[in-house]
């Protein structure tokens, strides 16, 4: 991994832990942070300084378009869901894009029973993807940008997982949306979410399920971490409502800070983003990530336990970027 985002990561540091039933959360800080000034999806949404739409009128599913009319970037965190036009999607990688801009941008679906326009233009859907299935995805990007350059997903890895998220909540989506599967367990989010709330300057947060560390998030600039705080608690919390009952332990700060060494300690290899800056591409003894660089400060870092893969999928892996053909076929 280059220097510069290794000493990065060296210098997030968890705060004091707190823990409600199997979830423990610890609070990220980074001393003396540099971050690139910019504007959420939340907030650029509702002030109508961004539009969201379908790339053309017919619509390809793999992609949309973001107008960004603001004077600063943009910044739309992996797993985002967007809502309403043809059929929800989620972003396949973060995107900071630039001010007073246009940019196509590399999404995957989320309601495959859907194709036809609810919306023109899509909203927040002020749900994140499960911090499993955004590792499931992580890791099929990663592969398909080894293999060819491109941000695409295994599309049917996804369908797979949101299924068996309806299945395990007994919920039935008329068009198998995943924010259907998140608005069943609302009330038990929201419970957790009030027992985490985001502290003056916190910049991300790392998070342990049963005493296992599942992952961590760390958006460098304050302000947009508030904004999105309690999206990605949620996108957390969903995964340890439902795994099986199992181990009730609890994670400590030495596990805490092992797991941001490990990031540190992974390999790594550096793709240009779709928007402005990097996309960093890591992989270490017991995680697997991203991170979204600009200039030389972090923008969005993304990490996800290996083993909280592997036990929805078998293995940790994902299905061969050929099987993917399902994904560019926009139906």
Same mark, same amino acid.
């Given at each position: 991994?280059?220097?510069?985002?290794?000493?990065?990561? =060296?210098?997030?540091?968890?705060?004091?832990?707190?823990?409600?039933?199997?979830?423990?959360?610890?609070?990220?800080?980074?001393?003396?942070?540099?971050?690139?000034?910019?504007?959420?999806?939340?907030?650029?949404?509702?002030?109508?300084?961004?539009?969201?739409?379908?790339?053309?009128?017919?619509?390809?599913?793999?992609?949309?378009?973001?107008?960004?009319?603001?004077?600063?970037?943009?910044?739309?965190?992996?797993?985002?869901?967007?809502?309403?036009?043809?059929?929800?999607?989620?972003?396949?990688?973060?995107?900071?894009?630039?001010?007073?801009?246009?940019?196509?941008?590399?999404?995957?679906?989320t309601e495959q029973g859907r194709w036809s326009y609810r919306t023109?233009?899509?909203?927040?859907?002020?749900?994140?993807?499960?911090?499993?299935?955004?590792?499931?995805?992580?890791?099929?990007?990663?592969?398909?940008?080894?293999?060819?350059?491109?941000?695409?997903?295994?599309?049917?890895?996804?369908?797979?997982?949101?299924?068996?998220?309806?299945?395990?909540?007994?919920?039935?989506?008329?068009?198998?949306?995943?924010?259907?599967?998140?608005?069943?367990?609302?009330?038990?989010?929201?419970?957790?979410?009030?027992?985490?709330?985001?502290?003056?300057?916190?910049?991300?947060?790392?998070?342990?399920?049963?005493?296992?560390?599942?992952?961590?998030?760390?958006?460098?600039?304050?302000?947009?971490?508030?904004?999105?705080?309690?999206?990605?608690?949620?996108?957390?919390?969903?995964?340890?409502?439902?795994?099986?009952?199992?181990?009730?332990?609890?994670?400590?700060?030495?596990?805490?800070?092992?797991?941001?060494?490990?990031?540190?300690?992974?390999?790594?290899?550096?793709?240009?983003?779709?928007?402005?800056?990097?996309?960093? =591409?890591?992989?270490?003894?017991?995680?697997?990530?991203?991170?979204?660089?600009?200039? =030389?400060?972090?923008?969005?870092?993304?990490?996800?336990?290996?083993?909280?893969?592997? =036990?929805?999928?078998?293995?940790?892996?994902?299905?061969?970027?050929?099987?993917?053909?399902?994904?560019?076929?926009?139906?």
């Open positions: 991994m280059e220097a510069m985002t290794v000493r990065l990561i =060296r210098r997030i540091r968890p705060g004091r832990g707190s823990t409600h039933g199997r979830v423990s959360v610890f609070p990220l800080f980074m001393d003396k942070a540099r971050w690139v000034e910019h504007l959420v999806l939340k907030e650029a949404l509702q002030d109508a300084l961004a539009e969201v739409r379908e790339v053309t009128e017919e619509g390809r599913v793999p992609e949309l378009v973001v107008v960004n009319r603001a004077s600063l970037p943009l910044l739309i965190l992996d797993g985002e869901e967007l809502e309403g036009a043809r059929q929800n999607r989620v972003l396949n990688s973060s995107v900071l894009l630039p001010e007073k801009s246009a940019t196509i941008i590399p999404v995957s679906c023109r233009e899509f909203r927040d859907s002020d749900v994140m993807m499960s911090t499993r299935l955004r590792g499931v995805k992580n890791r099929s990007v990663r592969s398909s940008l080894e293999a060819g350059g491109a941000f695409s997903s295994d599309q049917g890895a996804l369908w797979e997982e949101i299924a068996a998220q309806a299945r395990q909540s007994s919920v039935k989506s008329p068009t198998s949306a995943m924010k259907d599967v998140h608005e069943a367990r609302r009330p038990e989010l929201g419970d957790y979410v009030r027992r985490f709330p985001c502290q003056e300057g916190q910049q991300g947060v790392l998070v342990a399920i049963g005493g296992r560390v599942a992952g961590m998030d760390f958006v460098a600039r304050p302000a947009s971490y508030a904004l999105l705080h309690e999206k990605i608690v949620r996108s957390y919390v969903m995964d340890a409502l439902l795994e099986e009952p199992g181990d009730d332990g609890v994670a400590d700060a030495s596990a805490a800070q092992a797991f941001i060494e490990d990031a540190a300690g992974s390999t790594a290899r550096g793709f240009d983003s779709v928007g402005l800056g990097r996309d960093i =591409r890591f992989e270490g003894k017991r995680l697997f990530g991203s991170v979204l660089v600009h200039g =030389r400060s972090f923008v969005h870092l993304a990490a996800f336990a290996t083993d909280g893969v592997a =036990r929805r999928n078998g293995s940790g892996g994902m299905a061969g970027f050929r099987s993917r053909a399902a994904f560019r076929r926009p139906w």
